[in-house]
């Protein structure tokens, strides 16, 4: 078993940055790897980026990279998602995920590959 815990998200405005957080326990993380999905109003839950834990390589939707870049941080069992230059329409319920029992070098973007969800932390960007 696998708790996820998000944190970070807020209201800011087009052009700002944020950091947010994934807190995860339960279990090691070694052969996990952890994405980052949202869903905005009326849409479905997409894919915005992944890193394999044990390698740290990562790997993003098209439509983030460069804005957007995901991190880990060993000691403290935690994944980041750095937002910058903020636009409208990243506005979005902001999922954590993990999926275990992970070996080799495959990024996972789809979103029944990943066993674990945290609940969610809202990311509102005003215009």
């Known amino acids: 078993q696998v708790q996820l815990v998000e944190s970070g998200g807020g209201l800011v405005q087009a052009g700002g940055s944020l950091r947010l957080s994934c807190a995860a326990s339960?279990?090691?993380?070694?052969?996990?790897?952890m994405g980052w999905f949202r869903q905005a109003p009326g849409k479905e839950r997409e894919f915005v980026a992944t890193i394999i834990w044990k390698s740290g390589n990562t790997y993003y939707a098209d439509s983030v990279k460069g804005r957007f870049t995901i991190s880990r941080d060993n000691d403290k069992n935690t994944v980041y998602l750095q937002i910058d230059s903020l636009k409208p329409e990243d506005t979005a319920v902001y999922y954590c995920a993990a999926k275990t029992y992970v070996s080799g070098t495959v990024f996972f973007t789809r979103r029944n590959a990943y066993n674990y969800w945290g609940q969610g932390t809202q990311v509102t960007v005003s215009s």
């Open positions: 339960g279990r090691t993380l070694s052969d996990t790897s």
